[in-house]
């Protein structure tokens, strides 16, 4: 497939003329990854938008214990390192490739560029930047509200409800997720978040098969954290 026709299905770029894509699509190159790669760590300069086309790419950075926090876990068609293209800072957070991933890089004067030709990818730019600023509120209020038990239930349901796929038997989350990529999205460790999913199955809330979670009942998963915010 083109690039072109890539971008036809990115949401940034979707509403833009095909001679528009063309254009764009000139100035991007492509960067493939491994799983397990890293694409770039936090601190570091630059000054390039990537656009994942295929794979999952991890943003992530170290706690002050050392351990993982992983701050979003981000798909095809979606963008990462907006942040210091315009703001001229060092990279906010580590990009690690979860799977073989493929992205589109786009230097900053070439988006300037393109903005300034098509307003209204600044606006989607802040759309996306102004979600992600809910989601990470949202997470501060689960890492000062909940408890560990609760963090577990609020990110397998943020994951279910953008990543899952529905089978006969539930809702299948569909990434390769290890239970230590689990505690690093809630801030705990492995050991603690192995006990909070043996206690959802025991439930009958979800499943846990080799690194796909399964979850049964995503209706009581959303009761259960209810009650966990009232409490
Ligand atoms: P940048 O700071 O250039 O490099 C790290 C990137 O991770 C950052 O741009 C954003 O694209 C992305 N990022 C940083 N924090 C978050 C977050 N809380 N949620 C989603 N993406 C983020």
Not at 50 to 60: D, L, N
Request: charged letters at 25%.
């Amino acid at each position: 497939m083109s690039t072109a026709s890539v971008l036809a299905h990115v949401p940034l770029f979707m509403d833009l003329s095909e001679e528009q894509r063309q254009l764009i699509a000139q100035r991007m190159r492509t960067r493939r990854f491994r799983a397990g790669e890293t694409i770039f760590y936090k601190d570091e300069p630059g000054s390039t938008l990537y656009i994942i086309v295929s794979g999952k790419v991890k943003i992530h950075a170290l706690r002050g214990d050392g351990e993982e926090f992983i701050y979003d876990i981000l798909g095809p068609n979606e963008f990462f390192g907006e942040l210091s293209l315009f703001d001229g800072k060092e990279r906010s957070a580590d990009a690690t490739a979860m799977e073989d991933t493929t992205t589109l890089l786009l230097e900053r004067e070439h988006l300037l560029e393109c903005i300034e030709r098509n307003p209204h990818i600044a606006i989607h730019l802040l759309q996306v930047v102004g979600g992600r600023l809910r989601d990470a509120d949202g997470l501060i209020q689960a890492l000062t509200s909940l408890d560990v038990y609760g963090r577990v239930l609020k990110v397998l349901i943020d994951l279910a409800q953008e990543y899952g796929v529905d089978t006969e038997r539930g809702r299948s989350i569909a990434l390769n997720l290890t239970q230590s990529d689990l505690a690093g999205y809630v801030g705990s460790t492995r050991e603690t978040v192995n006990k909070a999913l043996s206690y959802y199955r025991k439930k009958g809330y979800l499943n846990v098969v080799r690194r796909q979670i399964l979850i049964r009942d995503l209706r009581a998963l959303q009761t259960e954290l209810a009650k966990r915010w009232a409490s």
